[in-house]
DNA sequence: TCTCGATGAGACAATCGCGTCTCACTTGGG
DNA sequence: CCCAAGTGAGACGCGATTGTCTCATCGAGA
C-alpha cells in the first residue's frame, strides 16, 4: 500500500496548529497510520515539520502564482488568492504559527519570500486607491493569513460551512462587518 | 514573602505563547522563581494550564462587563471591547491557539458563556441593521478572536505599533480594506 | 534577637515520549 | 501461486521531564 504522503502531512498540519504538543503517536493515529510507519516516512519529529514546512511554502507560492495577483483589479487578485489558497490553508496556517516561534533570521528563506509578495500586492492596491492607506500592508499581510487561519479552524469544527470560506474571508477582508448604506 | 500568583501566571503566558513546549523549569525560572516553589503553588502542569484558563476567562468576561456591549451604538461597544481586552491580548491568543479551552471534546463553561455573549452581541448588531447580515455571528466572532490574536502577535514582533492595535483590529473589522467611495 | 513560614537549590525515583527494532500480517505485482 | 515490499503492533533502551522530597537560607514580625 502506497502512503498517501500528503495525506498525512495535511492531517498532522490541522493537529499541530491547535496542539503543538501533540506527540508522534497522536500524529500517527490522526493520520491513520501506525507510528512506526510515520518513523519510516520522516525520520523524527524536526523532519517531520520541516516536510510540513517545505509543503507549504510550495503550495502558498504555487497559490501566489496561479492567483495572477497583477491582473485585474485587486480585489479580483485577492478573490483569487483567498481560492487558490484554500486547499492549503491548513498547511499555511500551520506555517503561520510556526514562525511565529522563530526569530527573524531564523524565518525560513521561502516564507520570506512569500510574505514580501503578499504584502507588496496590499501596498500597490493602496497606492491604485483600491485599498486603504490607514491600515498598513504588514496589517493586512497578517489579517489575512489571520484570518485564513480561523477559516480553516471554524471550518474544521463546523462553525463555518465549507462553501463559505472563501466568501467568509473575502467579504470580511474586503468590506468589513459594517452595514454599508447601499446594502 | 508572598508569591504575586498572577505574575507567574503572565510570565508563563507570555513564555508559552512562544514555546509551548517549554519545561516547567523554564516556566520557573521565566517567573523569576524556583521549581519547588511553582510545584508548591500549581500541583502541576495541568494545573498551571487550568489556573492560566481560568484567568483569561475571568479577564475577558471582566472585559465583556466592562465594554458595557449594550449601550450605544455596535459599533461603539465593539470599539470598547477590543480597547477593554487589549491587557489580556497575548493571554487569549495563547488560549485560543493552543486549544487549552478544551479538555477532550469538552468545552469551558466560563468560554462557553463568553463566546456566547460576543455571537450575541454580532446577532444582536445584525437586527439593528448596523452589521452585515451576510455574515454569520460565529464567523464574526471566530474572525474578532482571530484578529485579537494576529494584532497581540503583530505589537510584539513590532510589526504594527502598540498604539495601533485597536485602531487597526476595528477598522479592519468593521469597515475592511477596501477604499470606498466617501473616503 | 528569636521564631516561623516561605523559598531556592538540589537529589531522587517515576513517568513520558522518542527513536529503533523485531515480527507477523497484508497487499499488489510477477 | 509466490514473493517482495510495506505496514501495524508492540517491545526496548535512552534521555528528558515531572513530581516529591530534604535541607539550608532568607525575611518579616513578635
Redesign the interface.
Known amino acids: 500500500m502506497t502512503l498517501d504522503r500528503e495525506q498525512v502531512l495535511r492531517s498532522a498540519a490541522a493537529l499541530l496548529t491547535?496542539?503543538?504538543?501533540a506527540t508522534m503517536d497522536e500524529v500517527a493515529k490522526a493520520a491513520g497510520i501506525g507510528r512506526a510507519t510515520l518513523h519510516r516516512h520522516f525520520a523524527g519529529r524536526d523532519a517531520l515539520v520541516k516536510a510540513l514546512e517545505d509543503l507549504g511554502i510550495q503550495e502558498f507560492e504555487a497559490a501566489l502564482d496561479a492567483a495572477r495577483l497583477d491582473e485585474g483589479t485587486s480585489?479580483e487578485g485577492l478573490r483569487r488568492l483567498i481560492a487558490a489558497v484554500e486547499p492549503s490553508a491548513g498547511l499555511l496556517s500551520f506555517l503561520v504559527?510556526e514562525n511565529?516561534?522563530f526569530e527573524g533570521d531564523q524565518v525560513n528563506e521561502g516564507w520570506n519570500r512569500a510574505d514580501a509578495r503578499v504584502s507588496a500586492f496590499?501596498r500597490r492596491?493602496q497606492e491604485r486607491?483600491?485599498?486603504?492607506?490607514?491600515?498598513?500592508p504588514?496589517?493586512?499581510t497578517?489579517?489575512l493569513?489571520?484570518?485564513i487561519?480561523?477559516?480553516a479552524?471554524?471550518v474544521q469544527v463546523g462553525?463555518?460551512a465549507t462553501q463559505?470560506f472563501q466568501?467568509?474571508i473575502v467579504?470580511?477582508?474586503?468590506?468589513?462587518?459594517?452595514?454599508?448604506v447601499e446594502?
Open positions: 491547535h496542539k503543538s504538543t480585489e504559527t511565529q516561534l496590499f492596491g486607491g483600491e485599498f486603504r492607506i490607514d491600515l498598513t504588514a496589517w493586512l497578517e489579517a493569513y489571520g484570518l487561519g480561523t477559516g479552524w471554524a462553525r463555518v463559505d466568501y467568509m467579504e470580511l477582508l474586503l468590506g468589513g462587518a459594517r452595514r454599508s446594502q
